[in-house]
């Protein structure tokens, strides 16, 4: 008999789930069920308690589950506090984003079946192709500095599913542009990320034969940050689920869903929680913000959700800074005042329990000039970061962790590093195969050992080692490999991050000796003491005349900002925006303006 | 679940064969023709028992007929299953190995010894080698142990030592039986076994002879070393706790007289492949398989007939027990005519040497163009000596037993030795020759035939032999319009087939044929005629061209044609030979040779 790859140690954690009647209806749940989960609700936890659950008690292998997530950093998440109830992933538990489930379980396997017009095996195009393809179709429909907008495109693709609808051909410009683009893909023989989700539901919408064999497969289907998942995902989950009998665990947060721009619509996950054949499961309580920054995120929304504090003892402060010197006076006065105070504020505090959260990269410019400038070590998020994080990067970043000392500790676990290597290849290895896989990069990783080398000789020795040949071998891993090739440019002599050792590479996300300086977007899913937002004004967030739709999202942005922190908020504004030809005063952001209205009304 | 499709390429015996193949298997073939290959290929792919260096295959497992070239050339087993998308954890577990969405569905694994990829020259030797096992169609789709596992092949080998299986514990198909027996004990009725044993031991041990016998021993040890070294003795019985007594029951036979080692090897097989199918059952049961390839290799062996015939009807039909299906797909092998008689008709998988190619090549029935009739027909007729067509190399097809008796006694008086060529006269019992023209065909068996059968004329009217032999034409695909053709067109015809017709019926056409003298012998012999009925005899044989036929088969009837033909046969010779059957048999001669 094989042996079961599930531990029990689930059940000691569930005990906690005790005085917490929301996660332990979820935990309970035996058919569909949706968690409309509050900031700071424990939602993770109660849904990688709920896998656990099902994993042991509802399937067994070779039937599992598998765990849809908005980002890689997600899946990473995910799986890290898997393993701390010793669950990993294997063939039976997929752990990543839509992209990733779409191009393993749905194109790869019954892509040829459904005569797909794509070219198998598959190859992803790396971004600098995908870039060159976009501009390249796009000035040859519409000539030089033409006025449609990459973004646009993208959300065109991903939210018209249906091809021949009048919808598609509404917006005439970007269904050619869209449709000269992906010629000029399959010409290469490649696909593109938004294509795996494409095709991904064009296999589920269109051939009745597939939904058995993924309710074989997965007869249990969680979907994490459902708000953030598009229209596609939706159709597909729908699909699976009503038509295909398999069981659904999603997990969510309307008002935390500020995708918009890429297709993402919240009101999706409203419509599963309103349907009669799901079971629906509020989380209120909020273990995370204490009762003040409850009650005025509450307000900033502009909704009663009936949120309560989990320790209503705890004394918030919540401050509107106004700083007449524009972004970088936000940025100087939050280095030299703010931050010193809050580490003095709480003793413990360090670097990494403080974040400054802004709207774009340009400033995160500004902020990173400043922070620099005051001496503080940073880690930034946001596009202009030195490489994207994707599902190589991170485990890239693992392996860095393990090596600087975490195998010490074993964390994180040399096994589900070895795993997460081998789910690489892009099929399944036999055994023998990844034996030898596995033994040779333990072999690898046990000489890297070293708590103090420079990143850059680490990173170049993993790649020598054993990367390198994966990447040659694995064509459909071409974009994770520019990533790749990005950190590996930033650490080489005279890039951004020259001075990187192996374990602040390794400890990327979480440092405690490093300053957060993240986008709002970026702040998802994310908790500090205290959270600094600078750029507060009208003009900026939200934007000048912005539609009521955008607005609602800009205002979740806000919201999302004031959530993410457990004792302290700074709100950071001048009155003015920077614009093209000069300074705009246009006031402080009107969001402020409301939330202290209402904040005095209620007699804060 | 099923096998749908096997292939093997360029492995042992088979240099190429791909049959599709029905709800069980039943692979029969003579000696060394590659029976025991054919499982070892399906090993190679399901067998979770099989190392890595089994399945690394060396130099003798390529076909022989590669000769010298064998180190480049690629090693291909693949085997198609359907009928699992009813279970869940079966199309789970296929997954990926999906080629076909159907209906019906169509997963294929395959098997593949090649050159490595990425060598970047050709092989040198078979260090240049290695095989994968793949899914689907994609060979990056590996397939790992847990399917093995969980869908494992399981084959009983053909002379397997069942004694010794029986004997040793750890591999005694009894051991889980037993195990199950002493967890389901409780505690008292343990100790209820416990006490007994006891009382057992002591009324053993204090018995006058056996105490008598303890205290001889103790009293030379006490001689030998003294009373400070002896040790205390006693007689008793080992051992005495309940779980170590349960590990030491045996199976009896006889009225628990006697060991299984002591039963015939026949009744050590059947012991054998009882426990082995109760232990198939409990798989399933605790869910440690998901389904099982079941493989007998020749269970004929030591057997009797009739008993040859139960197992197999057994081990077909048992894959219902009551109202559940177990989940089992039976693989049988078999030289045995008894069990391949009794075989459901499409499950034949024939092998058969193909001696100019130096290569096996295989058939099967599970896609002859059989109509439910004609299955039933055949599977109601075929017996033991039908049975024999599938060894067969050539079969001469006739109508009933006088064909069967004479057509051999013929082919001796023309020097044409049936036996030594491997050919088979089959009565079918009839006219009814479709089904087994279909059997043997080539959608079929493939297996060369002829066909002998009557004119059969009718005063006034078209002979009743039209229509059968348009009937065959029919089904052997001739394109022909036969409707427009008149009889002897149609008998032409034929005849380029092999099915060869006389001139009227059997027993006329023999005293035409210069045999009249012996039927009158016979006919003397057997039958008390009266002095009339010898006259007209004796003008008969005087003047055959005005044999009554009517009166003449009639006499022959009350003989029976049987054994008529029997007394008949010790008479023939060359010079009397019909020419349909001469015919016949110098066809399936050339065609055999």
């Keep these: 008999m094989w042996s079961r790859s599930v531990s029990t140690a689930y059940l000691a954690q569930a005990a906690e789930l005790a005085g917490n009647p929301g996660q332990l209806a979820a935990y309970n749940s035996q058919g569909h069920c949706v968690v409309l989960a509050g900031p700071g609700s424990g939602k993770t936890k109660t849904l990688v308690l709920k896998l656990a659950r099902i994993l042991a008690e509802d399937v067994q292998a070779p039937r599992g589950a598998a765990c849809i997530t908005y980002s890689h950093e997600c899946a990473r998440e995910l799986n890290r506090r898997l393993e701390v109830l010793g669950l990993r992933e294997t063939p039976n538990l997929f752990i990543g984003t839509v992209h990733g489930f779409c191009l393993r379980h749905l194109l790869m396997p019954y892509g040829r079946l459904a005569d797909l017009p794509i070219q198998f095996p598959l190859s992803v195009a790396s971004q600098r192709v995908r870039n060159r393809l976009i501009r390249q179709s796009g000035d040859r429909l519409f000539g030089p500095n033409h006025p449609y907008k990459e973004i646009d495109l993208g959300r065109h693709r991903r939210s018209v599913l249906n091809r021949n609808s009048v919808d598609w051909r509404s917006e005439e410009e970007l269904a050619a542009w869209a449709e000269a683009y992906e010629a000029a893909l399959r010409q290469e023989g490649l696909i593109d990320y938004d294509d795996m989700v494409i095709f991904g539901h064009r296999l589920i919408a269109e051939h009745d034969w597939v939904l058995p064999l993924v309710q074989a497969k997965f007869p249990v289907l969680a979907i994490d940050e459902y708000q953030d998942l598009g229209v596609a995902l939706h159709c597909i989950v729908k699909r699976l689920v009503f038509e295909g009998g398999v069981r659904l665990f999603a997990v969510g947060d309307a008002d935390q869903s500020i995708y918009g ?32 920054i409850v009650s005025a995120s509450e307000m900033a929304l502009g909704e009663i959700r009936g949120y309560r504090a989990n320790d209503p003892t705890r004394q918030a402060t919540i401050e509107f800074v106004p700083r007449p010197g524009g972004l970088s006076d936000q940025a100087a006065h939050a280095v030299a005042q703010i931050i010193p105070a809050a580490l003095a504020s709480k003793p413990g505090r360090t670097l990494g329990d403080i974040a400054i959260l802004y709207k774009d990269y340009r400033a995160g410019d500004v902020m990173t000039e400043a922070v620099a400038a005051g001496g503080f070590d940073y880690i930034r998020v946001d596009n202009s970061a030195p490489y994207r994080k994707v599902a190589l990067t991170s485990w890239v970043e693992d392996c860095a962790s393990w090596c600087a000392g975490g195998w010490r500790i074993g964390r994180p676990q040399l096994r589900g590093l070895i795993d997460r290597y081998l789910a690489f290849y892009r099929a399944n290895l036999d055994d023998a195969q990844a034996r030898r896989e596995g033994q040779e990069l333990t072999a690898l990783l046990w000489r890297l050992r070293n708590d103090q080398q420079p990143a850059r000789d680490f990173v170049a020795s993993l790649r020598d080692g054993i990367v390198d040949r994966l990447l040659a071998a694995e064509l459909v891993l071409a974009d994770q490999k520019e990533q790749l090739d990005r950190m590996t440019e930033a650490l080489a002599e005279g890039g951004v991050l020259a001075k990187l050792d192996i374990t602040s590479l390794g400890g990327r996300d979480g440092s405690p000796d490093h300053l957060n300086l993240l986008t709002l977007h970026s702040a998802k899913g994310c908790e500090y003491d205290v959270v600094i937002m600078v750029g507060l004004d009208l003009g900026n967030l939200p934007w000048l005349n912005e539609s009521p739709e955008k607005l609602r999202e800009s205002r979740r942005l806000f919201y999302v900002g004031l959530t993410r922190a457990r004792d302290e908020v700074h709100m950071l504004y001048s009155g003015y925006v920077e614009g093209r030809y000069g300074p705009m005063y246009r006031g402080r952001s009107p969001f402020l303006n409301e939330l202290e209205q209402r904040m005095r009304a209620a007699g804060f | ?413 023309l020097d044409i030795s049936l036996d030594m060529l491997g050919i088979t006269v089959c009565s079918v019992g009839g006219t009814n020759f479709t089904p087994y023209v279909k059997l043997l065909g080539p959608g079929g068996l493939d297996i060369p035939h002829v066909i002998l059968t009557d004119r059969d004329p009718i005063d006034g009217r078209v002979p009743l032999v039209r229509r059968r032999l348009i009937n065959l034409l029919d089904v052997v695909g001739d394109e022909l319009d036969h409707g427009n053709m008149d009889t002897d067109e149609v008998i032409e ?51 055959p061209d005005h044999v009554n036929k009517e009166k003449l088969l009639k006499w022959i009837e009350r003989i029976g044609k049987g054994r008529f033909a029997q007394s008949l046969a010790s008479s023939v010779s060359e010079d009397v030979c019909p020419d349909y059957i001469r015919s016949a048999l110098e066809h399936i001669r050339d065609v055999v040779a």
């Excluded at chain 2, 180190?71 to 279970?87: A, C, H, K, P, R």
């Excluded at chain 2, 023999?510 to 003298?517: I, V």
């Excluded at chain 2, 009925?533 to 005087?542: G, K, N, P, S, Y």
Aim: proline share 4%; hydrophobic share 40%; glycine share 6%.
């Design chain 2, 493 to 543: 015809l034929a005849e380029s087939y092999g099915y060869f017709v006389n001139e009227d019926t059997l027993e006329p056409e023999l005293f035409a044929s210069g045999l009249a003298d012996a039927m009158q012998e016979v006919i003397g012999r057997e039958l008390r005629l009266a002095k009339n009925a010898q006259i007209t005899l004796q003008q008969w044989v005087d003047d």
């Design chain 1, 261 to 292: 721009f890429t297709g993402a619509d919240g009101s999706l996950l409203m419509e599963l929680a309103a349907r009669e054949d799901i079971e629906p499961v509020r989380l209120q309580m909020n273990y995370r913000s204490c009762a003040g």
């Design chain 2, 1 to 413: 679940m099923r096998i749908s499709r096997v292939r093997l390429i360029n492995f042992a015996n088979f240099s190429n064969i791909d049959i599709e193949t029905d709800e069980s298997i039943v692979i029969v073939g003579e000696n060394k023709v590659g029976k025991s290959n054919f499982i070892r290929g399906l090993q190679l792919i399901l067998d979770p028992g099989l190392s890595e260096r089994d399945r690394h295959l060396g130099l003798e497992h390529f076909w022989d007929g590669l000769s010298a070239n064998k180190v480049g050339e690629t090693v291909e087993i693949s085997v198609d299953l359907m009928n699992f998308t009813d279970d869940p954890r079966l199309m789970a577990h296929l997954n990926d190995c999906v080629i076909d969405p159907g209906p019906p569905m169509v997963a294929r694994l395959t098997y593949r010894f090649q050159p490595k990829a990425g060598l970047g020259r050709a092989p040198e030797s078979l260090k240049d080698y290695e095989y994968v096992i793949f899914g689907g169609n994609d060979p990056e789709m590996r397939v790992g142990g847990l399917l093995r596992r969980m869908l494992p092949i399981d084959v009983q080998v053909a002379l397997r030592d069942a004694e010794k299986d029986l004997a040793s514990w750890r591999n005694s198909p009894l051991r889980p039986l037993i195990e199950d027996l002493a967890a389901s004990l409780d505690d008292e009725a343990r100790e209820e076994i416990q006490d007994q044993i006891d009382e057992a031991h002591r009324e053993l041990a204090d018995h006058d002879e056996v105490v008598a016998t303890s205290e001889r021993i103790s009293e030379r040890l006490m001689a030998i070393a003294g009373k400070q070294h002896a040790v205390p003795l006693s007689l008793g019985l080992a051992p005495t706790r309940v779980d170590a007594l349960l590990r030491s029951l045996r199976l009896l036979i006889d009225n628990g007289v006697r060991g299984v080692g002591d039963a015939s090897l026949g009744t050590a097989n059947l012991i054998f492949l009882a426990l082995k199918s109760l232990e198939l059952d409990r798989l399933v049961f605790d869910g440690e398989r998901d389904h099982t390839f079941f493989v007998v290799e020749e269970p004929e062996a030591h057997l009797h007939p009739h008993v040859q015939r139960l197992i197999y009807r057994y081990f077909l039909g048992s894959e219902e027990v009551g109202e559940v299906k177990l989940p089992m797909t039976t693989v049988l092998t078999t030289h045995s005519p008894h069990i391949s008689s009794v075989a459901p008709i499409r499950s034949i998988v024939l092998l058969r040497h193909n001696a100019a190619d130096g290569k096996t090549v295989a058939v099967s029935t599970a896609k002859a163009p059989f109509t439910q009739r004609d299955e039933d027909d055949l599977q109601r007729y075929i017996d033991v000596t039908r049975g024999e067509i599938f060894f067969s190399r050539g079969v001469i097809l006739v109508e009933g037993d006088a064909e069967r008796f004479l057509v051999p006694a013929f082919a001796e008086a």
